[in-house]
């Protein structure tokens, strides 16, 4: 089993920042990482993904404001958050893959708020 703790959710004002860490249990290396989000009555809805070799891909409503990133070094992926803005609020969701350890597994979430 792998745990993932993520922290770095909060309370922010729109147009401010924020930046999400999801640390694993493991050894990261063949690992992919993504971030979804969900709020309150909607489907969790995936905001960036990162390979493990670095390949990265964004939602269109976060390309320019967002970026994924990862410290093999320290078993962590990160989520830069610019620009925030209220529709960004919801739990935010980090997520391992690892094809040829063969598991996936799901962080417990961690909140961000952006109010106007």
């Known amino acids: 089993q792998v745990q993932l703790v993520e922290s770095g959710g909060g309370l922010v004002q729109a147009g401010g920042s924020l930046k999400l860490s999801c640390e694993a249990s493991t050894d990261i290396t063949t690992s992919a990482f993504t971030w979804s989000r969900q709020s309150p009555g909607n489907q969790r809805d995936l905001v960036a993904s990162?390979?493990?070799?670095?390949?990265?891909k964004y939602a269109d409503a976060v390309a320019d404001r967002f970026i994924i990133s990862r410290d093999n070094s320290k078993k962590t992926a990160y989520l830069q958050m610019y620009n925030l803005k209220p529709e960004d609020t919801g739990v935010y969701y980090c997520?391992?893959?690892?094809?040829?350890?063969?598991?996936?597994?799901w962080g417990q979430g961690t909140q961000v708020t952006v109010s106007a």
């Open positions: 997520r391992i893959v690892d094809y040829r350890k063969d598991y996936d597994y």
């Open positions: 990162i390979t493990d070799i670095g390949t990265v």
